[in-house]
């Protein structure tokens, strides 16, 4: 079983940054693809960026040159960098991981999530 715990949410300007991080227990971190998704208000959750067990990246056309997925396999830890934040930004963001994708159903183990709320 693997547990994950997301921090580094907040409130931010538009134009700001923000790390989120997210941290694993359980054993073969290093194997999982781990991914961000995030969910606004009344909408449904969507894929941000993901980076698999080569360090392999993807993203979402929303965030591409603004948002970076990394991942620390010594500290069982992926994070996302987010800057140039806009208010469109603003949602729960969810820690999961799993298969590679873009599809929450590829992913088996999800965080509690963490709130990125941007004023304009």
């Known amino acids: 079983q693997v547990q994950l715990v997301e921090s580094g949410g907040g409130l931010v300007q538009a134009g700001g940054s923000l790390r989120l991080s997210c941290t694993a227990s359980?054993?073969?971190?290093?194997?999982?693809?781990m991914a961000w998704f995030r969910q606004a208000p009344g909408k449904d959750r969507e894929f941000v960026a993901t980076?698999?067990?080569?360090?392999?990246?993807y993203y979402t056309n929303a965030v591409k040159g603004r948002f970076t997925i990394s991942r620390d396999n010594a500290k069982n830890t992926v994070y996302l960098q987010m800057n140039s934040l806009k208010p469109e930004d603003t949602a729960v963001y969810y820690c999961?991981?799993?298969?590679?994708?873009?599809?929450?159903?590829?992913?088996?183990?999800w965080g509690q999530g963490t709130q990125v709320t941007v004023s304009s």
């Open positions: 359980g054993r073969s971190f290093s194997s999982y693809a």
């Open positions: 999961a991981g799993g298969l590679d994708g873009m599809y929450t159903g590829s992913y088996d183990y």
């Open positions: 980076i698999n067990w080569s360090e392999s990246t």
